[in-house]
């Protein structure tokens, strides 16, 4: 399997509920759900990271980041960590920030930004 990965940018700041809502399948998120995720998708609006195209879902999943933007990532992903369906740290921020820190964190699936969220750079050149 040839897995492609690309360096890109972060387009996921400005969101409205309403489109955050859409994003969900199955049932609706509280507003406090909501304005959790805006509040993480203002964060790392801009970033440049590294993804790879998912395999599961439309999309591309991150797989990787500099050094000067591992706060805001972290913090990302703890506020991600806060939905109370999938996350494991639900108001655990010292448990996170301890198996973060010790590089023992784990996250329980793949973080996925959708196609209109990643704008492409170039194509990483695998050695």
Do not use: C
């Not at 969101?15 to 199955?26: A, I, L, M, P, Y």
């Not at 998708?41 to 990787?64: C, P, R």
């Not at 591992?70 to 960590?81: G, N, P, Q, S």
């Not at 639900?90 to 793949?110: H, L, Q």
Request: hydrophobic share 35%; charged share 35%; net charge negative.
């Amino acid at each position: 399997m040839n897995i492609k990965l690309f360096k890109a940018k972060l387009n996921t700041g400005g969101k409205t509920s309403e489109q955050v809502r859409n994003e969900f399948d199955g049932s609706a998120p509280s507003e406090e759900e909501i304005q959790n995720w805006i509040k993480a998708y203002n964060l790392v609006d801009g970033i440049e990271v590294v993804v790879m195209e998912s395999g599961i879902y439309e999309g591309y999943t991150l797989a990787g980041w500099g050094h000067d933007v591992d706060e805001k990532v972290r913090e990302f992903v703890y506020l991600v960590e806060q939905d109370p369906v999938f996350g494991t740290y639900v108001d655990e921020r010292e448990e996170f920030m301890n198996d973060w820190e010790n590089e023992e964190y784990e996250p329980a699936g793949s973080l996925v930004f959708k196609n209109e969220d990643v704008e492409i750079i170039e194509e990483l050149k695998q050695k």
